[in-house]
């Protein structure tokens, strides 16, 4: 009974040291580098509230989580929800941080005691041993070691596991972000080369006529045979751009199909029916430098990766001390006619001496892999702001862009009109229309191009705050 009290005295300071030498997962880290206040772009001599530009910042606003709403597109809204629900891509991302869960538990349950538990039967003549008799010997056991984690080796194996496990369900998140931002600016590119094939084909419907007028002209000797070249030149011209649209149209078909994760072709009666794109908010409110910041999963997944570092850190310097692990055995056992109930305790103690400097390296390689982490999260930091300020100013300045395009549109389309009105009045030759007809096509274009450079913007804008990463 004694032996019995000795043991729980043991099992009870064992358990107050190891308490006591717990330390808990390393948390949020300063990166060092300070969020500015407002946005570069939406200050200074850029942004003064006469200009009524078409975003504003605001520090009291949040990062939007479902931005694709505000572009009131039922088709973008169900491609979103399957991309969601069917990705390869994030269900790829997800069973790697079940990968890391598992890696954490791992990780965890060294801080605990494991206990194995151990039968034997035999049946037989030993000779000598066993006076020439047969006997049958009967054991069991239940072994059990516990590492005292004194001075937090585990501890710290438990917070770099953990943090690990933090920067993968970051990284799940940043995946969902690039997705559901390449799912939409994806489904714009189709809309414009939908619209740019329509475009092309109105043109050239309206070249045809004018070629077959210089046709009819040609008989009544009121054109030349130099006039219908010129005019099928333009008509072949127009031609000529569908297939390289229509090609593009497919491509970009195929890639939403493969991001929803199906086979090109699945998806293709929900987004083959034309569509118009709604106009753009007026105003459009962003949120401050340092909520975004806040808000961003690839700065979360630095941000960990240099905690996991810190505990990688701290695992090789808990190197230098001895590790100590408590054993006990108990059991019993039978061997006829006697029977008898061994048990043991015992304490293990080992202290690294003469290593040759390899504890050592391995602190300075872990020192330095830190110093690189850290080094690397402020980078990511650094390019958040970076590409945020770019998104910002890529939106600013094609919408003043766009302003001019469309403008350019209705004056191409009134030259267009007089240049045919002067052509059949006979005061204008047809090279004047064939050039007018040429700009409108290219004016249309490039508003078409814009208008969905537009969208695609403001997409890298809420993609850049970190948005769509939760519901």
Sequence with gaps: MSNVKAASRVAMLTAALLLSACTSPVGPQDSGIAAPSLWNRLTGDTYTPDLNLPLAVSAEAEVDQAWWRHFGDPTLDALIAEALTNSKTLQIAKSRVEEAQAGRKLAESALYPQINAGGSAQRGNQGYASNNQTVTVAQVDLEASWELDLFGRNQARTAQATAILQSTEASQQAIRVALLAEVARTYFDLRNY?????????????????????????????????????????????????????????????????????????????????????????????????????????????????????????????????????????????????????????????????????IESQIDAADAEQHQAFLAYQQTVLEALENMENALSGYIHETTRNASLAAGVEQNRRATSLANLQYRNGYTGLLDVLVAQRDLLDAEASQAASDAGLRNDLVTIYAAAGGGWRE
Excluded: C, M
Excluded at 205 to 223: M, N, P, R, S, Y
Excluded at 246 to 268: C, I, Q, W
Excluded at 288 to 309: G, Q, W
């Design 194 to 358: 939908e619209r740019q094939i329509a475009i092309a084909q109105q043109n050239l419907d309206t070249q045809k006529k004018t070629l077959e007028l210089i046709h009819a002209q040609v008989t009544g000797a009121l054109a030349s045979d130099f006039d219908v070249q010129r005019a099928a030149a333009q008509v072949s011209r127009t031609e000529a751009l569908i297939p390289a649209l229509e090609t593009a149209y497919d491509a970009a078909l195929n890639r939403l199909n493969v991001l929803l994760g199906h086979a090109p072709g699945t998806k293709d009666t929900l987004l083959k029916a034309p569509q118009d794109l709604r106009p753009l908010d007026a105003h459009i409110v962003i949120a401050a430098p340092a909520r975004v910041l806040a808000t961003r999963p690839d700065i979360r997944v630095a941000e960990r990766n240099f905690a996991a570092a810190i505990s990688a850190k701290d695992v090789a310097t808990a190197s230098l001390y001895p590790d100590i692990s408590l054993t006990a055995l108990f059991g019993g056992q039978t061997a006829t006619p006697f029977s008898s109930t061994p048990w043991g305790l015992g304490v293990n103690l080992v202290q690294p001496i003469l290593n040759f400097g390899r």
